[in-house]
């Protein structure tokens, strides 16, 4: 068995035919927000961000779709930030499920393929194990957690999306990573085998087999936008990265999923399909605020502060060129 935060629990795995048989949202705008790692700055921002677009008349779905938390091991920011994510609607990320109901040597449950640094992988544990410590002293926020559905169907306009943490049949998979869809040269990562990329069969298998038009995203960290000719129509997969950390070299903005019948005002990148408009949005927030928060939790030192600090301030060496696949365009 591989070694804890490099495996994936049974229980994070779901066909893609379980979109068929769910309840179905309906939103004009729906907000996808993944990766918010306990960022309250970030949080704020999406919030007025809800807020300016339904002064306008139209209204905002918030879907979290897991890993809101990672950060927040203060009192303050853990409660700020679940007792705000569990009024809206949000899915299970392999935080959440491994903070609230944790399994026996699976970790933090990131299911990290073999690219990533073992120190890395090591930090994570160290991380959760923190979270789990913070989250016995919330058993009212536990059970919210673990009460979370791991996967979201939601109707926009005519089209189907379906919400996942990781990928189409895996709650960590890395089937939707930037390294791993078809056409960009990597180590692979596919959710079958973490030496296989993701092949254009696996990704037709999955909208085929779901009956969804767009796969939205978060769980790998990095942000992509690609999309899929399938049977003679579009179909999307966008993964927005990181709402609540920088995903391109020098910026200090997060990246959230905006799918609405609405053109955005703020787009970074996107793609209109059959009057749907599918588009990456920075969340900008106040980082020093941020930064302040941040380092009281994870001074030099300590895990967080060795995996992700240099991040934070500088982003990752990813471009956003990098993210924008197919017919995708950028809008800057």
């Given at each position: 068995?591989p070694p804890?935060?490099?495996?994936?629990?049974?229980?994070?795995?779901?066909s893609?035919?379980?979109?068929?048989e769910?309840p179905?949202?309906?939103?004009?705008?729906?907000?996808?927000?993944?990766?918010?790692?306990?960022?309250?700055?970030?949080?704020?921002?999406?919030?007025k961000?809800?807020?300016?677009?339904?002064?306008?008349?139209?209204p905002?779905?918030?879907?979290?779709?897991?890993?809101?938390?990672?950060?927040?091991?203060?009192?303050?920011?853990?409660e700020?930030?679940?007792?705000?994510?569990?009024?809206h609607?949000?899915?299970?990320?392999?935080v959440?499920m491994?903070?609230?109901?944790?399994?026996?040597?699976?970790?933090?449950?990131?299911?990290?393929?073999?690219w990533v640094?073992?120190?890395?992988?090591?930090?994570?544990?160290?991380?959760?194990?923190?979270?789990q410590?913070r989250?016995?002293?919330?058993?009212?926020?536990?059970?919210?957690?673990?009460?979370?559905?791991?996967?979201l169907?939601v109707?926009?306009?005519?089209?189907?999306?379906?919400?996942?943490?990781?990928?189409a049949?895996?709650?960590?998979?890395?089937?939707f990573?930037?390294?791993?869809?078809?056409?960009?040269?990597?180590s692979?990562?596919?959710?079958?085998?973490?030496?296989?990329?993701?092949?254009?069969?696996?990704?037709?298998?999955?909208?085929?087999?779901?009956?969804?038009?767009?796969?939205?995203?978060?769980?790998?960290?990095?942000?992509?936008?690609?999309?899929?000719?399938?049977?003679?129509?579009?179909?999307?997969?966008?993964n927005?990265?990181?709402?609540?950390?920088?995903?391109?070299?020098?910026?200090?903005?997060g990246?959230?999923?905006r799918?609405?019948?609405?053109?955005?005002?703020?787009?970074?990148?996107?793609?209109?399909m059959?009057?749907?408009?599918?588009d990456?949005?920075p969340?900008?927030?106040?980082?020093?605020?941020?930064?302040?928060?941040?380092?009281?939790?994870?001074?030099?030192g300590?895990p967080?502060?060795?995996?992700?600090?240099?991040r934070?301030?500088?982003?990752?060496?990813?471009?956003?060129p990098?993210?924008?696949?197919?017919n995708?365009?950028?809008?800057l």
């Amino acid at each position: 068995m591989p070694p804890a935060g490099r495996n994936c629990s049974l229980r994070y795995r779901y066909s893609p035919s379980v979109f068929c048989e769910i309840p179905e949202y309906q939103a004009e705008t729906l907000y996808v927000i993944g990766g918010l790692y306990g960022n309250h700055e970030a949080l704020k921002s999406i919030l007025k961000m809800k807020a300016d677009e339904e002064q306008q008349g139209r209204p905002v779905l918030l879907v979290f779709n897991g890993d809101f938390n990672w950060f927040n091991v203060d009192h303050e920011t853990f409660e700020q930030i679940n007792y705000e994510v569990l009024r809206h609607s949000a899915i299970q990320g392999n935080v959440e499920m491994e903070m609230a109901d944790p399994s026996e040597d699976t970790g933090c449950g990131c299911n990290y393929p073999e690219w990533v640094a073992e120190g890395i992988v090591e930090r994570s544990n160290q991380i959760i194990q923190q979270l789990q410590s913070r989250a016995e002293d919330y058993p009212e926020i536990s059970i919210g957690l673990r009460n979370l559905p791991r996967y979201l169907r939601v109707k926009v306009g005519d089209h189907v999306i379906g919400i996942v943490h990781g990928d189409a049949q895996s709650l960590a998979g890395w089937a939707f990573a930037a390294e791993c869809l078809p056409g960009e040269t990597s180590s692979g990562c596919g959710t079958s085998s973490p030496s296989v990329p993701t092949s254009y069969e696996q990704i037709t298998r999955y909208f085929i087999e779901s009956g969804v038009r767009v796969f939205a995203s978060t769980h790998t960290c990095l942000p992509v936008a690609q999309d899929f000719q399938i049977n003679g129509r579009s179909h999307v997969i966008i993964n927005n990265g990181s709402a609540g950390m920088p995903n391109f070299a020098n910026t200090a903005f997060g990246v959230i999923t905006r799918i609405s019948i609405h053109v955005s005002n703020s787009s970074l990148y996107g793609l209109k399909m059959d009057g749907v408009y599918c588009d990456a949005v920075p969340v900008h927030f106040n980082r020093n605020q941020w930064v302040t928060s941040f380092l009281q939790n994870w001074p030099e030192g300590s895990p967080g502060h060795q995996s992700y600090f240099n991040r934070i301030i500088h982003g990752p060496t990813f471009q956003m060129p990098q993210a924008i696949r197919g017919n995708f365009r950028n809008h800057l």
